[in-house]
């Protein structure tokens, strides 16, 4: 299954929670990347990272927070911030350089 | 930044029949094309991309076009069949370091048989 994997698959928050989401990969990736999409949209950028301990704001961060402290591992906070966190969120990895994405199975978020 | 427009938004199609959708991009340093099809309620998967050195690629069915000029590429799918039917994205990669993509709006084909 490519190698980046995300859990859960499917996660329930009450509105004001904090949650953070899982992206995990094995494939020796330098960037990774957090994508939000909604029904019948296309994929937004919220952040990425090209290196350990250093990562940019994407086009829809506001309310969205992360970490790099592993290689392998992009974990990302939907904080109570975020005022419509419900949506389906995809990780991605790719080389530096290499353009390919490789997408996880995604999470979809859903606050009541 | 780079702002990619794909249309239509939602193609219908009998099965054998072909499918064109199109997408038009901004940034004239882009040199990255990649298609992906997602698969309800699954993850996104690049089928064919494109570089900006060439001005079309094929693969089976598949076929992507690029013009640099007019900014904008092309996918076809030939011989449509029923499992072709998902959501097309297209990208470009923008002038960032190659990395990032900027992906247009995307596509539901249904293909019916």
């Known amino acids: 299954d490519g190698g980046i994997t995300q859990s859960p698959k499917y996660l329930f928050r009450k509105e004001g929670q904090n949650v953070t989401l899982s992206c995990e990969q094995n494939?020796?990736?330098?960037?990774m990347y957090w994508y939000r999409q909604d029904p019948g949209q296309g994929l937004r950028l919220i952040y990425y990272?090209?290196?350990?301990?250093?990562?940019q704001k994407g086009d829809i961060a506001e309310g969205y927070s992360v970490s790099r402290e592993k290689k392998e591992s992009f974990p990302l906070t939907v904080t109570s911030a975020q005022k419509n966190p419900t949506a389906f969120y995809l990780c991605?990895?790719?080389?530096?350089?290499?353009?390919?994405?490789?997408f996880g199975p995604g999470t979809r978020l859903t606050v009541t | 930044g780079e702002n990619v427009e794909q249309h239509p938004s939602t193609l219908s199609v009998q099965e054998g029949d072909s499918a064109v959708i199109k997408c038009t991009y901004s940034?004239?340093?882009?040199?990255?094309f990649p298609w992906y099809k997602q698969e309800l309620g699954k993850r996104p998967q690049l089928i064919i991309d494109?570089?900006?050195?060439?001005g079309e690629k094929k693969d089976q069915r598949i076929a992507v076009t690029l013009n640099k000029t007019a900014k904008h590429f092309s996918l076809h799918i030939t011989e449509t069949q029923p499992e072709d039917s998902a959501v097309y994205f297209c990208?470009?990669?923008?002038?960032?370091?190659?990395?990032?993509?900027?992906f247009g709006g995307g596509t539901r084909l249904m293909v019916k048989p």
């Open positions: 494939l020796n990736h330098d960037a």
């Open positions: 494109i570089r900006s050195n060439v």
């Open positions: 940034d004239s340093a882009s040199n990255y």
């Open positions: 990208a470009a990669n923008g002038d960032n370091a190659g990395n990032m993509l900027t």
């Open positions: 991605a990895s790719s080389y530096l350089g290499g353009n390919e994405q490789y």
């Open positions: 990272s090209q290196i350990v301990n250093d990562f």
